[in-house]
């Protein structure tokens, strides 16, 4: 499967964004996406990610502002992310974990398929 993710762009801080990552060559039900984040300079960072079972995983400092859902059926993942901060800076990655890699949703090390990164870019 090959992801592209898509929907970055510069907006100001209080402002909402949707981003989306579409899958290609594969069906995206059978996979645990996420959405990771890389902050200039510093290490790539888990955001949230939707289980194949339809579970939702998120840590707490984006947890009521970012959501992450699918659309199995158009193979789509979105991040919505509301209320942006000039901290959210940074290129958003979308991940896939296909079926028999395993390993806990909250790490990178357990996804196998990356797309190429959306920069999203909030002003003050």
């Given at each position: 499967v090959q992801l592209q993710a898509s929907g970055g762009g510069l907006v100001q801080?209080?402002?909402?964004?949707?981003?989306?990552?579409?899958?290609?060559?594969?069906?995206?039900?059978?996979?645990t996406m996420a959405w990771f984040r890389r902050v200039s300079g510093k290490e790539r960072e888990f955001v949230a990610a939707s289980g194949r079972t339809g579970a939702s995983y998120y840590i707490d400092?984006?947890?009521?502002?970012?959501?992450?859902?699918?659309?199995?059926?158009k193979d789509t993942v979105f991040l919505q992310m509301n209320k942006l901060k000039p901290e959210d800076t940074a290129v958003y990655y979308c991940a896939a974990q296909s079926p028999v890699r395993g390993g806990s949703e909250y790490y990178g090390d357990s996804y196998d398929i990356w797309g190429q990164g959306t920069q999203v870019t909030v002003s003050s």
């Open positions: 801080a209080g402002d909402s964004l949707r981003l989306s990552c579409t899958a290609s060559g594969r069906p995206l039900s059978s996979y400092s984006f947890q009521g502002r970012f959501t992450i859902s699918r659309n199995d059926a």
